[in-house]
């Protein structure tokens, strides 16, 4: 497939905070703290544009607050924003913690990202579209799964495909798996990460990670589950057909934001023609250039 990408999804701040040291409780812990453009839906299409996808657009809902700071932002990433302006709410505000092995523990309030509706969307944004990506975080909320669903039933309908990233393990638990995946019922690519994976297939933490694709590929036309440093998985059909090996990547400085790298890289090779391992593995080498650097987005 080849074309445009239109992403539907989150934008929110970032305050990324790197201490090396463990966290100390009731006192001061040494960090390096950045405040930084983020959201799982607008990092994935940076990354996308990043690898070279010529048109990208991001639906999403900001606070008049940093309205025009992500706007910019996003139009130097090359990514075209379609934002709407919450007169209410603030843009989502993100505190990422991450340590000295570079994983991170994400602090949320959504704020306005989750007030996108159906009062936002208009069937003419999929015009020359070849694929819409949703971020999961749409589906933790009332108007955002509303507007979610609506995108899915639009797309459907013009023959356009739909990929899914499911976002949040710990959200997707409050939510309900089966909730999930009957709302994303119709997409034809879902990327969870191991830990969502399991839950969406009822496994325990830990189980084979294979299982969880096949399972979920039964579901959904194409499963891709990533995996961090040792790569993806890809199943289709119930069968995992390919295991595709992590990219080599430099030190790991912060894991915000590789998923959607992923995503991105994904995304943007399956735009160019190439077949799901392949895919997998350019989204591989965008997750461990994204890993290497502050931040969830391209430099």
């Given at each position: 497939m080849t074309g445009s990408l239109l992403v539907v999804g989150d934008v929110v701040t970032d305050v990324v905070a790197l201490h090396p040291e463990p966290l100390a409780p009731a006192t001061d812990t040494p960090a390096r703290i950045r405040t930084l453009p983020g959201g799982a839906g607008a990092n994935a299409a940076c990354?996308?544009?990043?690898?070279?996808?010529?048109?990208?657009?991001?639906?999403a809902r900001v606070g008049a607050d940093s309205a025009a700071w992500h706007e910019a932002a996003l139009r130097r990433a090359g990514v075209r924003p379609r934002l709407v302006v919450d007169p209410q709410e603030p843009t989502g505000t993100v505190?990422?913690?991450v340590d000295a092995a570079a994983e991170r523990t994400f602090l949320t309030d959504s704020g306005a990202a989750l007030r996108l509706s159906p009062a936002d969307w208009s069937d003419g944004l999929l015009d020359g579209v070849a694929h819409v990506h949703l971020s999961g975080y749409l589906f933790f909320a009332v108007p955002s799964r509303d507007l979610a669903r609506l995108v899915l039933r639009a797309a459907r309908d013009r023959g356009v495909p739909v990929s899914v990233d499911p976002a949040s393990a710990g959200f997707l638990r409050t939510a309900g798996p089966e909730r999930f995946l009957d709302?994303?019922?119709g997409a034809g690519i879902l990327l969870p990460n191991e830990a969502e994976a399991a839950l969406?297939?009822?496994?325990p933490a830990g189980a084979a990670p294979a299982e969880a694709a096949a399972a979920l590929s039964r579901r959904v036309p194409l499963v891709v589950v990533t995996q961090g440093a040792a790569g993806a998985l890809v199943a289709e059909g119930g069968a995992v057909t390919a295991r595709v090996p992590g990219a080599p990547a430099p030190a790991a400085v912060d894991s915000t934001?590789?998923?959607?790298?992923?995503t991105g890289g994904f995304l943007a090779a399956r735009l160019a023609g190439a077949a799901p391992a392949a895919a997998a593995a350019a989204g591989c080498r965008a997750g461990a250039a994204a890993v290497s650097r502050t931040g969830g987005r391209p430099a």
């Open positions: 990354w996308a544009a990043h690898a070279g996808v010529a048109e990208v657009a991001l639906l505190v990422s913690l709302d994303v019922a969406l297939a009822g496994q934001g590789a998923g959607d790298a992923f």
